[in-house]
């Protein structure tokens, strides 16, 4: 892999990496603000509090395994390597 396609495979993993931040906030702000007029209580706590703490960990989690599966390349950027392997 040139230095130049590990450019931009780190440019397209960072984008897509902001892309998972800003679902994860607006799928804690629906958890947290959308469900607050949701009757009823898991665990003794009300569901907007369970679904904006414990629901957007499970969330990340998922996003995380998606990112990890589909976008993340692993590559060797260790310059040295690549070149003796040219040798």
């Known amino acids: ?17 902001g892309l998972a931040l800003f679902v994860l906030i ?5 958890a947290g603000f959308g469900l607050a007029d949701l009757p009823g209580e898991v665990l003794g706590m ?8 414990v629901g957007v960990w499970f ?11 589909w976008v ?3 590559m060797d950027l260790d310059e040295g390597k690549e070149a003796e392997q040219h040798e």
Do not use: C, H, N
């Open 59 to 69: 969330f990340a989690i998922l996003l995380v395994k998606f990112l990890t599966s």
């Open 46 to 53: 009300p569901v907007w509090a369970v679904t904006s703490s």
């Open 72 to 74: 993340f390349r692993d």
């Open 26 to 30: 607006g799928f804690w702000i629906f």
């Open 1 to 17: 892999m040139s230095e130049y396609e590990k450019y931009q495979q780190i440019k397209r993993e960072a984008r897509w990496t």
